[in-house]
């Protein structure tokens, strides 16, 4: 990433007017005087190496200094208490500057604490965040520039910035393209507003379905992930902002998927981890050079994995060549003391994770709580100045890399207004939403839904006029939302009778444990579903809207089981006893086990979490304006105890039960998936044929090129997701069953054909050996194209000599 052009004459000018301090203006043509000495100093000409500048301004530095880069300090409202700068800045620790300044004066969705005055109008944010940094530039020894940080997942975290779905979401739509822009869009509102650094995009891979945040992972394979993990971080960092991905590392598997305040004891052997967890962040390194590493606060094999030495030095930095700085997730240096306790005490705690190569704490808590510790163990001889300047100057290259030493304000405040959520953005959203649609089920076409033919239409559910869902705290605030009720309505408004019945809650008082122990219905409960079966009755086509809402999924609360909770499935049951066609729409945050549902329930459309134009683009898919082709990232369990059960896995260990032979004893279980990975319906069909595998040679280094033809064969335009497998016939070390080695969505018109091109490179074909290396072995591999990992169209295979 380049530094950005400097500013202008005319910009400094009118930076400088805006803070008179009756000083002498540091402010010149060509450079930013940030030491205010009257000299041009390496670290301040725009002309000069990145790397002689970072030196020279760490040898310029005191320890206070250096300490202060070291720590975040949190927004407004959440530590810090000003939304400007004030008088009594002077005497706090940040006097001496400050790594980043988190989340600040954003306003987080449903903390009405964080709600402020400076967030909007857009250009008003960018204004503030103008004052807060000018004061870090000319109130500072230094004037070191703040990089100011902000969440990004679902769309930046900003009130009425463009929303996003959910990232499972996002996963869902396989669009690399799709990805790329969406990650332009938050990079560059993240730029218009002030924000140089985006915490984006997750690339934990969820293999856990029980586990809560899984709504915020791509899905649950590597491969996969590392392809939109890619794409989400070129296109932030295509704007000028910085990628910070995260959870740094094996951070999604915690023991029986149990976060909040578990998050510990990953079950994951070596190979698995390097293979499956490390795989994502080690291509989107290697690929995309993000600025910025998120580390997790889980262990690993009994080591926290923020106080090691070996994931965050030598695996990121030595292996992956990371060049970016580590922050820490939340607590994460808290914790190995208070919950892993290989510390005796914080203070020892935080000399572990400075050695280990942390670069910045970042919690929520006041920064002293981390620079005070380290200052004491700095002068008590601890931790090395060595140490510290190394830290220290990683942090200042992102800095520099961002170009917020030769810009360091937003340089045209009024734009934000302009540029941030523009009408081509509200586009793009229901783009980005209607292509996360999956179509699960379709018996007898019973979808689209023909608007000529039914007069009457039933909209029931928990979910069907709530809006919780489409936001999210990692995402935008305070757009209009449409519920999936207006939508329908509104699709239909002149030519359909569209009427609504809640029917029931989303969970019961005593849910989850209703889940173990159940409980009759309550009067007031089976009202309720009376209500909707009334109503039902009258209706021609019945919409039911279940699922889980904001406060069954999310970060600390994964679950035990996976079925619809609460009374929704005697609802979805009392509505399809009344012998009306039920078209289920799902909202949830991770695979569920509707078993029932898919059985009897002719159509049902999976929505995940989607963003606040859910209710307008589920309302046209529903009546054919547009023809879902997303595809599953998670495979679906029939029950939890199958689990786990995921995509990609090893030969056998997810095979049935034999019958006959020597151990044929019988069938004592539930077998196979409900809804493979890479699985999803279209309204119209495909067809595959005329397969080609192009090898120039038979070598390891080599490339080799593969096509094939996809053709439409319905009535109607469509997307297909193409799936290209690899499987390894024989290797040194047990592999993978398959593996997803490729991938393409694909728009065809009915009765068109197109050619699809694969690259598989050597990278495509390793495995880690008996003695942990990288290598691709000789023998054969067979090419698998398919439209899900078990729905296999065409194969053929290749060898590799040497």
């Not at 609460?566 to 509505?575: I, K």
Request: net charge negative; proline share 5%; charged share 25%.
């Amino acid at each position: 990433m380049k530094p950005f052009k400097f500013i202008a004459m005319f910009t400094f000018f009118f930076l400088c007017i805006g803070m008179k301090t009756g000083k002498k203006s540091i402010y010149h043509k060509d450079w930013i005087d940030f030491n205010k000495n009257g000299t041009k100093d390496v670290y301040e000409d725009s002309k000069a190496p990145i790397e002689a500048r970072v030196k020279n301004l760490v040898s310029l530095m005191n320890v206070d200094e250096k300490t202060c880069q070291m720590a975040t300090l949190y927004g407004y409202a959440r530590v810090l208490e000003d939304e400007l700068p004030t008088p009594e800045w002077k005497n706090k620790v940040w006097k001496d500057g400050i790594g980043n300044i988190d989340e600040h004066l954003n306003t987080i969705w449903n903390q009405e604490k964080t709600h402020t005055q400076y967030s909007f109008p857009f250009s008003t944010h960018a204004e503030a965040i103008n004052t807060v940094q000018k004061w870090f530039v000319e109130e500072t020894r230094l004037g070191i520039p703040v990089d100011f940080t902000n969440e990004g997942i679902h769309g930046l975290c900003h009130k009425k910035a463009t929303p996003l779905p959910a990232p499972i979401g996002i996963g869902s739509t396989w669009n690399k393209d799709l990805v790329f822009k969406a990650g332009q869009v938050v990079g560059r509102e993240a730029k218009a507003l002030g924000y140089t650094n985006v915490y984006a995009p997750i690339l934990d891979v969820a293999r856990d379905p029980r586990w809560g945040r899984v709504l915020e992972c791509y899905g649950e394979d590597p491969f996969h992930i590392a392809e939109m993990g890619k794409q989400m971080t070129l296109g932030i960092q295509s704007e000028g902002v910085a990628s910070t991905l995260k959870h740094f590392a094996v951070y999604s598997v915690p023991k029986g998927a149990r976060d909040g305040a578990a998050r510990t004891d990953p079950h994951v052997a070596p190979r698995e981890m390097h293979q499956m967890y490390l795989y994502p962040f080690k291509r989107v390194i290697e690929e995309a050079s993000p600025l910025g590493v998120m580390s997790s606060y889980n262990d690993y094999d009994g080591v926290p994995v923020t106080a090691s030495h070996y994931f965050l030095t030598e695996l990121l930095r030595e292996k992956y060549g990371f060049k970016g700085y580590v922050v820490s997730d939340s607590e994460a240096v808290e914790y190995v003391s208070d919950k892993h306790r290989v510390a005796g005490d914080y203070k020892e705690a935080v000399r572990q994770v400075v050695e280990a190569g942390l670069n910045v704490r970042t919690t929520f808590r006041t920064p002293e709580s981390f620079i005070e510790s380290l200052r004491e163990l700095i002068n008590e001889g601890k931790i090395s100045m060595k140490t510290i300047d190394l830290r220290v100057s990683e942090i200042l290259r992102v800095k520099f890399e961002l170009g917020l030493f030769d810009s360091p304000f937003v340089e045209n405040t009024k734009a934000a207004d302009t540029t941030v959520h523009t009408q081509d953005d509200g586009a793009f959203a229901k783009q980005i939403n209607r292509e996360s649609l999956v179509l699960l089920k379709n018996e007898g076409n019973l979808l689209p839904l023909d608007s000529d033919k039914i007069k009457n239409v039933l909209v029931t559910g928990p979910l069907a006029k709530e809006v919780n869902f489409m936001y999210s705290r990692y995402g935008p605030s305070d757009n209009p939302a449409v519920t999936v009720y207006e939508g329908i309505k509104n699709y239909g408004d002149g030519r359909l009778n569209v009427v609504y019945e809640k029917g029931c809650e989303v969970v019961d008082p005593d849910w989850p444990v209703t889940e173990i122990i159940p409980t009759p219905l309550t009067k007031e409960e089976q009202a309720g579903i009376d209500a909707a079966v009334e109503k039902a009755q009258k209706a021609d086509i019945i919409i039911a809207v279940v699922g889980e809402d904001d406060k069954r999924v999310g970060e600390s609360m994964s679950r035990t089981g996976l079925g619809l909770p609460g009374r929704q499935l005697q609802l979805v049951q009392a509505l399809y006893a009344t012998g009306k066609p039920v078209v289920l729409v799902l909202i949830n945050g991770q695979p569920l086990t509707i078993n029932w549902e898919n059985k009897y329930i002719p159509a049902i459309l999976e929505a995940w979490f989607p963003s606040v134009s859910a209710g307008e683009v589920i309302a046209e898919t529903l009546f054919g304006d547009y023809n879902p082709g997303g595809k599953l990232t998670t495979t679906f369990p029939k029950s939890v105890g199958q689990i786990p059960l995921n995509f990609p896995f090893k030969p056998g260990s997810q095979a049935s039960q034999p019958e006959v032979g020597p151990n044929g004893f019988g069938r004592t279980r539930v077998l196979g998936s409900l809804y493979p990975f890479g699985y999803g319906l279209s309204y119209t069909t495909f067809e595959y044929s005329d397969l080609t595998i192009d090898q120039k040679t038979k070598h390891s280094e080599s490339d080799i090129q593969v096509s094939f033809k996809i053709k439409n064969t319905g009535k109607r335009e469509g997307d297909e997701v193409v799936q290209l497998y690899v499987k390894d016939e024989v290797s040194s070390v047990t592999t993978y069953e398959s593996q997803l080695r490729g991938f393409e969505r694909v728009h065809l018109l009915p009765n068109e054909t197109k050619t699809v091109h694969f690259t598989l490179k050597p990278d495509d074909l390793e495995l880690l050996d008996k003695h942990m290396n990288w290598t691709v072995e000789p023998g054969y591999f067979q090419v698998l194209i398919g439209s899900s990992s078990e729905n296999i169209h065409l194969n053929g295979k290749f060898e590799i000599i040497d």
